[in-house]
């Protein structure tokens, strides 16, 4: 069996872009969520009593 071991060191500020980019990231995709909760609220608060009744919502649920 062979095994290697490196000790490549990792440029500077590399660590602190990568939290960014992870930062950046959580905070699309908390923003496309909400989005789409809001469009999906949006949508359904439009709909009659009688059709969110046959969906087996009422208008307390959308929240």
Known sequence: ???TTTADKVPF???TILK???IAENAT???TTWN???ITRRELSRLSDHQL???GL???DIQ
Request: net charge neutral.
């Open 58 to 60: 009422t208008r307390g």
């Open 1 to 3: 069996m062979f095994v």
């Open 53 to 55: 009744e046959d969906i």
């Open 20 to 22: 960014l980019v992870n």
């Open 36 to 38: 789409l909760n809001r």
């Open 29 to 31: 995709t908390a923003l």
């Open 13 to 15: 500020g590399a660590i």
